[in-house]
């Protein structure tokens, strides 16, 4: 019975010192840690992010008390002194560890009622002190740490209007949502980390959030000027079978239809003008058929599709992401052509005869393989006219 309780009292000592230690410890190298995390958040204006791994140690820590207080642990012979004296055993118990008692261990008395008693609120004080210390060093948010370690740099009205240009970017769908979010993001956190000791970093980081805003910006604007213009080639020809119902040579009409149907159909996949087209007109145009009121239906749509492109990038130019340039030029891609005169093309009386141009080419009267006359119609003029019929010439020459 004294042989455990001796024991007993070796595993609660050793697991007292173990427990005292290793709070003193860990409480040591949290204020250590937490002191060299402040330092380094004022001196280099980074966040916390990587000092949280400085946490690692702990285990380091915790095992290498626990080997200092294995160390401090009291021997057997003298816990063995301790229960001799405290059960009054006469120094038996002492003996008994040197030679055999025989008779005598009868007559030693009960082991005394030992028992470790450690008083550790200084030492967890110690070490919630500890910790309270660095998670505040870690979690303190990095703009007070720089207003305290060094001057703020102000970019509030700068940021303010990179944000509000990512907004209208967003809005016009210019930018991806998630993209225009997570810019706003980089740029709030810019702004709270921004450090009057390293203006320069934090400009360029500024500039950069600008420049992709004005890139997406520009890019967005000449493509509007590319679909602008493809809008206005087809509002011109609309207008031009139009204002021509019924006087346009077939062959040009057929041929004005059938490109007025692709250009639409092109357009379509690009801007808001399916939004603007009934089925029903869809369907007609897919067939290349049109009366007067379809025309005036598509000419409608093209002119509210250029409508929008147009206040789209009003409002960039006026959130300063574009400058007039742009606006003048996307102007000048709307304009549309008049080609009700030039649609009005007539065949010459020769080619309308005979559905084809009797006049030899430049080619072979140079090489002498044709005489150099014309055919009767534009021999009387001296000049061929014919291939200016060409209804894919005169359409090119209408759209420019």
Sequence with gaps: MHEQLI????????TVLILKHALLWLAAGAFLWGTFVIVWRVATGGAADELWWGLAAAPAIGLASAWLALRQVPSKVRLRAVVDSASRCGGLLMAADETRLGGWRQ???DPARLHVQWRGGQSWLTFLAGVAFLLVA??????????????????TDEAQLVAAQLDILKEEKVLEPQRAEFLKERLQQLKDDASGKNPVKTLEALDHLRDIANQAAKEAAESAIDKTEKLGKAEGLADGIQKNDGELDPRVEQEALKTLASLVKEAAKETSLAEKLSPELLKQLQAGKFGEEQLKQLAAALKGSKRDLSKMLEKLNAAKLI???????????????????TLKCKPCKCMEATKKCDCPDAAAIAKGAAP??????????????????????????CLG
Excluded: H, W, Y
Excluded at 8 to 13: A, D, E, G, V
Excluded at 331 to 341: K, L, P, T
Excluded at 380 to 393: Q, T
């Design 7 to 14: 024991r007993s009292l070796r595993r609660q000592i050793a």
């Design 107 to 109: 007559t030693m008395p």
């Design 138 to 155: 870690l979690l303190f948010p990095q703009s007070l740490m720089t207003l305290a370690g060094e001057p703020p740099l102000d970019i």
């Design 323 to 341: 400058d007039a340039e742009l606006l003048k030029k996307l102007a000048e891609a709307g304009e549309c052509m008049d080609c009700s005169a």
């Design 372 to 397: 150099a006359t014309k055919c009767k119609c534009c021999e009387a003029s001296g000049v061929c006219n014919c291939d200016k019929f060409c209804p894919k010439k005169v359409l090119a020459q």
